[in-house]
């Protein structure tokens, strides 16, 4: 017990020290929009409760110089710097990068917009904060960086980390599970694009609540379902998982399109990018799903005893940490 009790301690510990708006990714974005034939606009955003926001600035392009002061305003909690380049030559195999991303916990955006040519979108990271601007550019860029957007999004944004983790130890069997997660995924790719397209709106705040409510509500059903199995037989979220999936996926959408606000998504490449961060999501689902399923696997075929302890134990961690994010985002 002693052994279930510090992995419980470690577990809370773990995502204890996280944001608790854990949903939340806040990447930078920069935006390189071209005007005439030598002059830019350029947009940076950063959150302002960030070190870059507070600190950093936009490397340009070699060719190019600053026009005029640089503009700055607060808008929600972001910083917003705006830039006006001229640039006599092409910015086609320039560099252009964030000061200060190297020292960052977060990944930045990059979006150039040339007049007669296609718009190419960049990815910056801490190991690589300035990045060379190509000189031909497909839709696929668009589609590679949100893809992976959506995927470190669904195993870096814990809460929907959480409940996927807890259908897997609500459910058994791997196709029930993927078929689960599956409805999930449907779910909040529907309030997200009608979100995103400005068809759907609710605020923030309660959205937040209710989907660590919901991840409560998981945790209470693995620990009722592992007690009340023998006596009562399958309970309802689990002979109908898709549907308590489906339910909450809707709401975990909204969250989902608030991160996905933060980002910013490439105006001439809406639906593709809105697609392939779906996808993305969904891979990362199946990513957590398949790690998780192995741990058990490993656990049961090792130390079967010890499998309904842990399952036990993990279900209380989550249910803490959820009920934490709860009380903190009612309270903010």
Request: proline share 4%.
């Given at each position: ?80 710097t705006f830039h006006t380049l001229n640039c006599p030559d092409s910015v086609a195999g320039q560099s252009i990068g964030l000061k200060g991303l190297e020292l960052a916990t977060t990944d930045a ?133 898709w549907i308590v999936a489906f339910l909450f996926g809707l709401l975990h959408g909204f969250g989902f399109a608030g991160a996905l606000a933060e980002i910013g998504l490439p105006q001439d490449d ?63």
């Amino acid at each position: 017990m002693r052994i279930f009790l510090t992995a419980i301690a470690c577990f809370i510990g773990l995502f204890w020290a996280t944001d608790a708006h854990a949903d939340e990714l806040r990447p930078a974005y920069v935006e390189l929009n071209q005007i005439s034939q030598s002059e830019w606009s350029v947009l940076w955003k950063a959150s302002a409760r960030s070190r870059l926001g507070r600190t950093g600035d936009i490397i340009i392009p070699e060719s190019c110089s600053l026009v005029g002061d640089a503009e700055r305003r607060f808008v929600a909690s972001n910083i917003l710097t705006f830039h006006t380049l001229n640039c006599p030559d092409s910015v086609a195999g320039q560099s252009i990068g964030l000061k200060g991303l190297e020292l960052a916990t977060t990944d930045a955006l990059v979006r150039i917009a040339p007049l007669d040519e296609e718009t190419q979108t960049l990815r910056l990271t801490p190991d690589t904060p300035v990045a060379t601007i190509a000189r031909e550019e497909a839709i696929a860029n668009v589609a590679w960086t949100y893809t992976i957007i959506g995927i470190e999004h669904i195993v870096l944004g814990f809460d929907h980390l959480l409940f996927v983790l807890a259908l897997v130890l609500l459910l058994k069997g791997g196709w029930l599970v993927a078929k689960t997660v599956t409805a999930f995924t449907i779910a909040h790719s529907i309030t997200l694009i009608g979100s995103t397209l400005g068809y759907l709106s609710l605020p923030s705040q309660p959205v937040e609540a209710i989907i660590a409510l919901s991840i409560v509500f998981l945790a209470v059903e693995i620990v009722k379902a592992q007690r009340d199995h023998d006596t009562h037989g399958p309970r309802l979220s689990e002979r109908f998982p898709w549907i308590v999936a489906f339910l909450f996926g809707l709401l975990h959408g909204f969250g989902f399109a608030g991160a996905l606000a933060e980002i910013g998504l490439p105006q001439d490449d809406v639906p593709m990018a809105l697609l392939t961060f779906n996808l993305g999501v969904e891979i990362g689902q199946l990513m957590i799903v398949a790690v998780a399923f192995a741990l058990l696997a490993f656990v049961r075929r090792f130390q079967q005893s010890w499998l309904q302890p842990i399952k036990t134990a993990t279900s209380y961690a989550i249910g803490i940490i959820a009920t934490y994010w709860f009380v903190e985002r009612m309270i903010a």
